[in-house]
């Protein structure tokens, strides 16, 4: 495992475009050198690779979009489909004004895949555990049961639902989850949540189709995340005609926050060379 690689300080102000229908998509722009766009995953934001990207900044530019449905950017439209989210990051791709290295975290790392298939101009992909199997019709009585908990104010119980039928967190750890303290303060994000759960009851769970993105991709996760994900990010591994496996002894899902630093390190190590 790479060491860390030193941190940058800088503070990076929002701005916004207008995508394919109109909907603002907010985003940040730091550091300079090759361009990267970092995609966030489902619950998260314009935070959520705020701890990599620093890392990052002093040799890349880091272009970080707050997807449709997450603040600052609109809600976009409903049902919401990965095809948005792919014209959302062409939209972005065209901002940029040159092709990009892509790197995506969970559902976000998802998204660079249909962006990276539907042929937009990616020089690489860095992907953080997608959770391909995560999709398909099993999702659309989660879907039902996710808008009936939103509508009566549940927060608890929403979580609850969202970690155990869509994350498939193991009961030890769904059990902790229940022992701590209830949602306070913490951002509203049942809106991006809704979107994603449209977008992912649409999609296919079907892994080698992916066999099709030819671009350099590096695949990371942690040892410790619990199936089927590991089993998953194997099948994609033999799918993808060009893969690097990263994987960081003793993390989980949850690795870019613990250890920002040695994630921002492979990044930066796989990035340089392409």
């Not at 495992?1 to 995508?19: D, G, L, Q, T, Y």
């Not at 995953?41 to 707050?66: I, N, Y």
């Not at 994609?236 to 990263?246: C, I, K, Q, S």
């Amino acid at each position: 495992m790479p060491s860390e690689i030193e941190s940058s300080e800088s503070c990076a102000a929002v701005a916004s475009f207008e995508s394919f229908d109109a909907t603002a998509i907010g985003y940040t722009r730091l550091g300079s050198g090759p361009p990267v766009v970092m995609v966030h995953g489902s619950g998260g934001g314009l935070h959520s690779w705020q701890p990599v990207a620093e890392h990052l900044a002093g040799r890349f530019e880091l272009w970080t979009p707050a997807r449709r449905g997450y603040a600052p950017s609109g809600p976009g439209r409903s049902p919401k489909r990965f095809a948005d989210e792919v014209r959302d990051v062409g939209a972005l791709i065209d901002t940029v004004g040159r092709p990009v290295h892509l790197v995506g975290m969970s559902y976000g790392a998802t998204v660079a895949l249909h962006a990276a298939a539907a042929g937009l101009p990616v020089r690489s992909l860095v992907l953080w555990e997608p959770p391909l199997y995560a999709a398909g019709g099993e999702l659309g009585p989660v879907l039902d049961e996710f808008e009936e908990l939103v509508a009566s104010g549940d927060r608890r119980r929403t979580d609850r639902l969202l970690a155990e039928k869509v994350a498939r967190v193991p009961a030890g750890l769904l059990a902790l989850m229940d022992a701590g303290a209830p949602a306070g303060d913490e951002p509203d994000d049942t809106a991006g949540w809704h979107r994603d759960l449209e977008s992912m009851a649409a999609d296919s769970a079907d892994v080698e189709r992916w066999s099709g993105v030819t671009v350099p991709t590096l695949l990371m996760g942690g040892a410790d995340t619990w199936q089927p994900m590991p089993a998953v990010l194997d099948r994609l591994a033999e799918a993808l005609p060009d893969v690097t496996r990263a994987t960081f002894p003793g993390q989980m899902h949850f690795a870019p926050s613990v250890v920002p630093g040695a994630v921002a390190a492979e990044i930066a190590r796989f990035v340089a060379r392409r």
